[in-house]
């Protein structure tokens, strides 16, 4: 009888320690996204990253451009809401030391318009709001050069300004505003060019309401992103595994229905 319980004794006690050694293993990190479909993505993320031992706290933020603050300052240990030429264009300027750890999804962004229903009807000299950062701006403008709608100087690369345009047949006239600000801009132009994160979130279907959209091919693929000293680190390769599943690319493709395109 008393070897019988100190059987049980030990196997209770191996078992109270495989579930310490598991809570210990697991670790916790928080992404930073912007609300809509980066969110909702990460939400069916966390399930397989926690199977892995991975425990993923998202941390919304509302513009483009606290997010990378916050990483570059340690506040987060990742964050998904922006492509290459993005994130490029913020170590240049501010000195981040962050890089691309994985590729994520492309949102081709479009133009809208509450006013007009093909871009045929936009009048001349009508009012087209653009985002106010370089690189989504640029974005815009490079979309309607590629519809024919301006012509743009040579070599801007991806970050052409309203200075670089260098034929504007309808003389249109640019309205610069936060990008998350430009659905509430739709009642005061003729036309807006909207993120799709934000055109989502503003109710607005980016695949029917676009007058002109993005080609979704292109450098605009979505990423995460991490310190750099943190990029080989064992948490990273888990996050992205997780992220670079059948079951997430088939929530995205079911999910958003063309709006949001897997790219990996």
Do not use: C
């Amino acid at each position: 009888m008393e070897t019988q319980m100190s059987f049980r004794s030990i196997v209770a006690f191996a078992s109270v320690l495989t579930l310490w050694s598991a809570s210990v293993a697991a670790e916790t990190i928080k992404i930073g996204v912007t609300p809509g479909p980066h969110a909702q993505i990460l939400e069916a993320v966390k399930p397989i990253a926690a199977k892995n031992g991975l425990d993923v706290q998202l941390v919304e933020f509302s513009d483009y451009v606290v997010p990378n603050a916050a990483l570059d300052a340690g506040d987060i240990q990742a964050n998904s809401f922006q492509n290459q030429p993005y994130l490029d264009n913020q170590k240049a300027d501010r000195g981040y030391k962050i890089e691309a750890v994985g590729l994520t999804v492309n949102f081709p962004i479009g133009v809208y318009s509450k006013k007009h229903k093909s871009w045929a009807e936009i009048p001349d000299g009508g009012k087209i709001s653009i985002p106010n950062d370089p690189t989504n701006g640029g974005r815009a403008l490079l979309l309607l050069r590629d519809k024919g709608a301006i012509k743009l100087k040579d070599g801007v690369g991806f970050k052409p300004t309203v200075l670089d345009v260098a034929d504007n047949p309808k003389k249109l006239k640019f309205v610069e505003v936060d990008a998350a600000q430009a659905p509430r801009a739709l009642d005061d132009v003729d036309a807006a060019v909207i993120n799709t994160n934000y055109a989502t979130q503003a109710g607005l279907d980016p695949v029917k309401d676009p007058i002109l959209r993005e080609d979704p091919k292109g450098p605009y693929v979505n990423l995460i992103a991490v310190r750099a000293a943190d990029k080989d680190k064992p948490w990273v390769k888990i996050l992205v595994d997780s992220y670079h599943t059948a079951e997430v690319k088939e929530f995205v493709l079911t999910k958003f229905k063309g709006a949001v395109l897997p790219s990996w």
